[in-house]
């Protein structure tokens, strides 16, 4: 019986170009990001420069975590405490976290069957809640309807703010994840698409959002240090009415992505490579169901979502177990108890009034999830995609 070997945790090595960067930054010292030679431009102020480019976008802010970014994204966009704020109930515990920083609500809508939100409850809950926010995460890289997402924002006259934790690289109808809302975010962290450890970006097309999460990131009266940011005259009040929630991106950080940020085209070809060969080695079993995706959603895989609909609970169990008695790390959704990383919208007990959202419960019970590392060669997703066909094969 065929193992596989390789770490499901194990990110690729960062580039020498990159470590020799951050070699660099420590010689001189001047790591804070504002910590500069008269006229010396910093890797911060640079990489903002060149994300912002790279997007599409006028302004963006480098700070110290995604989850952090989301949470000055709704200060800045004058969410108060008790504000109602719509997001998927099929997220990462970072976003209900940073909602709930932030003193608002939220009102979790229901996953759809191809993993997205779905977009009736949102449409139904955002007429019967009255919520002038919506915070939407692109979970595991799945883009929902754009479209269709963006007609709701009119009607309801919502303020979005994009969690494109996952997607950064992705575009739906050739546009960039992150270019349809007010505010994006974006993640730095280490199983994300470009590794710092920790790390985030604010992305903004408005002068006065962008101004006011640089007064909040904590840049003291130094904001015209900000390349990627609107003139002066935009702080001119700003300034004394935004607090200090010190939260800068620090130039060694900022020397470690921005080698990085230059390769991410190449290095989302791979993530889809691998995908596609995991996609369609699954797809050989009929125990298995991984949705259709649009044809305008031009995803970037660096992880590999199915379903296994026709198990019960017992036999999902004994299907991971049996992966990972092989060496394939299955998470399952569906688990009595959250592990790891993986987290259920039941496990936020800090959200007073939670519905029950049976829909959303229903797609998780049967919902596996399997990280793709770029340490996987083309041959490794052969190998898992044969044993777990093998195991669900045998259970079914
Ligand atoms: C990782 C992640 C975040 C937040 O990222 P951190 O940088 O770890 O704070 C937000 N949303 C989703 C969906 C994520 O997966």
């Not at 006229?39 to 420069?49: A, F």
């Not at 919502?158 to 349809?180: P, Q, R, V, Y």
Request: net charge negative; charged share 25%; hydrophobic share 40%.
């Amino acid at each position: 019986m065929k193992h596989f070997k390789k770490p499901f945790t194990q990110q690729e090595a960062i580039p020498e170009s990159a470590i020799a960067d951050a070699v660099e930054v420590m010689r001189t010292g001047r790591l804070h990001r504002y910590n500069a030679l008269e006229g010396e431009q910093t890797p911060t102020e640079l990489l903002e420069l060149e994300f912002a480019e790279y997007l599409g976008v006028p302004y963006c802010l480098a700070v110290t975590s995604g989850g952090y970014a989301l949470q000055i994204a709704m200060r800045a966009a004058g969410v108060e405490s008790g504000d109602k704020i719509l997001c998927n109930a099929f997220t990462l515990a970072p976003v209900p976290g940073a909602i709930h920083n932030t003193g608002a609500v939220p009102i979790l809508v229901e996953a759809d069957d191809d993993y997205c939100i779905d977009l009736d409850d949102l449409e139904a809950k955002a007429k019967a809640s009255g919520a002038k926010f919506f915070m939407l995460s692109h979970m595991r890289g799945h883009i929902a309807d754009m479209d269709r997402i963006m007609d709701i924002c009119d009607e309801y006259e919502l303020f979005l703010i994009e969690d494109c934790a996952h997607t950064m690289g992705a575009k739906w109808n050739g546009k960039n994840s992150g270019t349809f809302g007010d505010i994006a975010c974006f993640s730095n962290q280490t199983y994300k698409h470009i590794n710092s450890g920790e790390g985030g970006f604010l992305t903004s097309e408005d002068p006065e959002i962008i101004a006011k999460a640089i007064m909040y990131s904590g840049s003291y009266m130094l904001f015209e240090r900000h390349l990627a940011a609107p003139p002066k005259e935009v702080f001119e009040q700003i300034r004394f009415e935004t607090p200090n929630f010190s939260g800068r991106m620090d130039n060694l950080r900022a020397a470690i992505l921005r080698p990085q940020l230059k390769d991410i085209k190449r290095q989302c070809d791979r993530w889809n490579e691998r995908y596609c060969i995991l996609e369609k080695g699954f797809r050989l079993s009929d125990a298995i169901h991984i949705p259709e995706r649009s044809e305008k959603e031009q995803f970037v895989a660096s992880s590999i979502q199915f379903s296994v609909l026709n198990f019960n609970r017992e036999q999902i169990a004994q299907f991971q177990q049996k992966c990972s008695e092989r060496g394939v790390m299955l998470k399952w959704f569906g688990g009595a108890e959250p592990t790891g990383y993986t987290s259920r919208y039941d496990s936020w007990k800090y959200i007073d009034d939670m519905p029950k959202l049976s829909k959303t419960e229903k797609i998780l019970e049967t919902l596996m999830d399997m990280r793709i590392p770029l340490t996987f060669d083309l041959d490794d997703c052969q190998l898992i995609a044969e044993i777990v066909v093998e195991e669900a094969d045998a259970i079914a």
